[in-house]
T-cell receptor, first 115, second 113 residues
Framework: NAGVMQNPRHLVRRRGQEARLRCSPMKGHSHVYWYRQLPEEGLKFMVY????????ESGMPKERFSAEFPKEGPSILRIQQVVRGDSAAYFCASSLPTRAPYEQYFGPGTRLTVT | AQSVSQHNHHVILSEAASLELGCNYSYGGTVNLFWYVQYPGQHLQLLLK??????LVKGIKGFEAEFIKSKFSFNLRKPSVQWSDTAEYFC???????????FGTGTRLTIIP
């Protein structure tokens, strides 16, 4: 049973470009979470999605960031017009739609570097 | 808002030494508590979790943690560490009914053979 998959593992973008990060949850998991880890900091929650719904986006920056989890296909975290401060590791986690609290399984992360 | 503190940023131990990593959280309500481990080059893995019941929980690889509600603590312990325990350890908490996890900044553990 494959774990949570994220791609790309490393992404380099110039300032002003768009970054698209993909997350495929574990088989049977319909809940997806995105976290960001800045250098020397712990992981910070960004957004929690279920299929076709955003449940909690309280950690998402107000501008340039968006996330989706369509009925088919992976979850996408999209960062428009990237800036140097967006350089970080972005982790995706998924969980089963069973009785809460949900146990989250993490992917390997995408390391975004903005030059 | 809840927060998690891990006071030890880097811990260095010899093999067979005992380990205790501190974790304190601030939140007044009911919480779920987790310890995750990230081995070099690998993704985060769940070591153990506390949801309710016995405050002493046992996880994989001989790790255990004790929830002390009065101290808002969830310290991780292992009686005898191995070189393969070298990794970064993260404590995390979420409020009951809220799935988003709040993480500590992590503790890097280095075991010397």
């Amino acid at each position: 049973n494959a774990g949570v998959m994220q791609n790309p593992r490393h992404l380099v973008r110039r300032r002003g470009q768009e970054a698209r990060l993909r997350c495929s949850p574990m088989k049977g998991h319909s809940h997806v979470y995105w976290y960001r880890q800045l250098p020397e900091e712990g992981l910070k929650f960004m957004v929690y999605l279920q299929k076709e719904n955003i449940i909690d986006e309280s950690g998402m920056p107000k501008e340039r960031f968006s996330a989706e989890f369509p009925k088919e296909g992976p979850s996408i975290l999209r960062i428009q017009q990237v800036v140097r401060g967006d350089s970080a590791a972005y982790f995706c986690a998924s969980s089963l739609p069973t009785r809460a609290p949900y146990e989250q399984y993490f992917g390997p992360g995408t390391r975004l570097t903005v030059t | 808002a809840q927060s998690v503190s891990q006071h030890n940023h880097h811990v260095i131990l010899s093999e067979a030494a005992s380990l205790e990593l501190g974790c304190n959280y601030s939140y007044g309500g009911t919480v779920n508590l987790f310890w995750y481990v990230q081995y070099p080059g690998q993704h985060l893995q769940l070591l153990l979790k506390y949801f309710s019941g016995d405050p002493l929980v046992k996880g994989i690889k001989g790790f255990e943690a004790e929830f002390i509600k009065s101290k808002f603590s969830f310290n991780l312990r292992k009686p005898s560490v191995q070189w393969s325990d070298t990794a970064e350890y993260f404590c995390a908490v979420n409020a009951a009914g809220n799935e988003k996890l709040t993480f500590g900044t992590g503790t890097r553990l280095t075991i010397i053979p």
